[in-house]
Every structure is written in structure tokens, then in C-alpha cells.
Antibody, heavy 121, light 109 residues
Framework: QVQLQESGPGLVKPSETLSLTCTVS????????WSWIRQPPGKGLEWIGY???????NYNPSLKSRVTISVDTSKNQFSLKLRSVTAADTAMYYC???????????????WGKGTTVTVSS | QSVLTQPPSASGTPGQRVTISCSGS????????VYWYQQLPGTAPKLLIY???QRPSGVPDRFSGSKSGTSASLAISGLRSEDEANYYC??????????FGGGTKLTVL
């Protein structure tokens, strides 16, 4: 059974870079889309972006200038970097797996438990 | 402001049938599949419905999804107290960006 686990600092200073890693266990990172989603306290879900196992990426247009998602297939991990963070980036960050449906992303069926990131000096 | 529009709240009594709507546009719901996720308090979202009306194994048939044009709906029949949660619709748009609705908080009275 595939499981995802987010890891990274829980506190990031304003203007610095938020860095998170998602480790995939119980299955291969191949042939899926791997997404990051965030949820500010008391608010709804926001899709940040995804990376296909081959390395192609797609980002939320509103975050595109600050986001980089990368994959390390040898470690079965993918990572998120969000630059120049502000308090508005404080949120629970989830990683999730989306299935590949005819070369397009489909449903997100496996989610990590999430990790809380606070942006504060 | 989410691109996919959901009512912020819904409610029902045990045993009732409740529906939650999700409105989008031709570039998202109108031309792509709709998904529904259930988020119980303090937990990660869980896939409830995929490709408009398909249920993953383990999801009770009390949950059903439908889509018409640029709108979609989630119906929950035989409402139970454990259904109290936030429900999110989602879709990919034509540029393959992921979209979520703002979420609907379902209260079981």
C-alpha cells in the first residue's frame, strides 16, 4: 500500500525559501503525477503544482514565479521549493499522487498526512 | 475566490438526502472530469468520487456524483453523523492546472 510522508522545517522566515520533501513508500514513483496542495488555517485547498515522474511540471499560475517542484526517482522522493515566502504562505502542505489517465493527470488517490508550515520571523 | 464555486455550508438530518453543487466553466468542468474529496476534521482529504460519478472501492454507494454542462453535484443519501465533514469538488482545467472549489461544510443536525 503506497504511503506518502511530507517532511521539512515547520517554521520559515519571511522572504526565505520553504523547502519540503515527500517520500513515497510501498510503491514506485514511476507512471504517476505527484502534486503539492496547501490549505491555510481554516480555509480551503489550493493546488500548488505537480511533477510527472519523467520530470515535466505544471504549476498554479498564481504561484508559478516562486515555485519549483523536482523529483528524485532514485530516492522515491519529490520536493517543493517556494521562494520569497510571506505570512500568506502559512498553511498545511500536503503531497498527493495523481494517476495517469491517457497522458493526463486524473484523480488524487493517495495523500500524505500533511505538514504545517508557519512563516514568521 | 475559487474558480469552482460551492455553497459554503449544507446541512441535513440523519437519513436525509443532501446535495452539494459545484459550478465551473467551459474550460474546467465543462470539458474535464470532476472529482470530489471528503475532508474529516484534522485529516487529509480523501477521494470520494472520480471521473464525475465513479466511486473508489470502499466508498459507500450512499455517495454519488453527477455532472451536467459546467456544473456538478455530489449527493449523499441516508445521511449519517460520520458524514459531517468538508467536501471539495475539483477539476483539471484545459491547461492541466488543478482547481478546487472553496469547500462545503456539511453539518448533520
Amino acid at each position: 500500500q503506497v504511503q506518502l510522508q511530507e517532511s521539512g522545517p515547520g517554521l520559515v522566515k519571511p522572504s526565505e525559501t520553504l523547502s519540503l520533501t515527500c517520500t513515497v513508500s510501498g510503491g514506485s514513483i514511476s507512471s504517476y503525477y505527484w502534486s503539492w496542495i496547501r490549505q491555510p488555517p481554516g480555509k480551503g485547498l489550493e493546488w500548488i503544482g505537480y511533477i510527472y515522474y519523467s520530470g515535466s511540471t505544471n504549476y498554479n499560475p498564481s504561484l508559478k514565479s516562486r515555485v519549483t517542484i523536482s523529483v528524485d526517482t532514485s530516492k522515491n522522493q519529490f520536493s517543493l521549493k517556494l521562494r520569497s515566502v510571506t505570512a500568506a504562505d502559512t498553511a498545511m502542505y500536503y503531497c498527493a499522487r495523481a494517476t495517469d489517465y491517457g497522458d493526463f493527470p486524473d484523480y488524487m488517490d493517495v495523500w500524505g498526512k500533511g505538514t504545517t508550515v508557519t512563516v514568521s520571523s | 475566490q475559487s474558480v469552482l464555486t460551492q455553497p459554503p455550508s449544507a446541512s441535513g438530518t440523519p437519513g436525509q438526502r443532501v446535495t452539494i453543487s459545484c459550478s465551473g466553466s467551459s474550460s474546467n468542468i465543462g470539458s474535464n472530469y470532476v472529482y470530489w474529496y471528503q475532508q474529516l476534521p484534522g485529516t487529509a482529504p480523501k477521494l470520494l468520487i472520480y471521473r464525475n460519478n465513479q466511486r473508489p472501492s470502499g466508498v459507500p454507494d450512499r455517495f454519488s456524483g453527477s455532472k451536467s454542462g459546467t456544473s456538478a453535484s455530489l449527493a449523499i443519501s441516508g445521511l449519517r453523523s460520520e458524514d459531517e465533514a468538508n467536501y471539495y469538488c475539483a477539476a483539471w482545467d484545459d491547461s492541466l492546472s488543478g482547481l478546487f472549489g472553496g469547500g462545503t461544510k456539511l453539518t448533520v443536525l
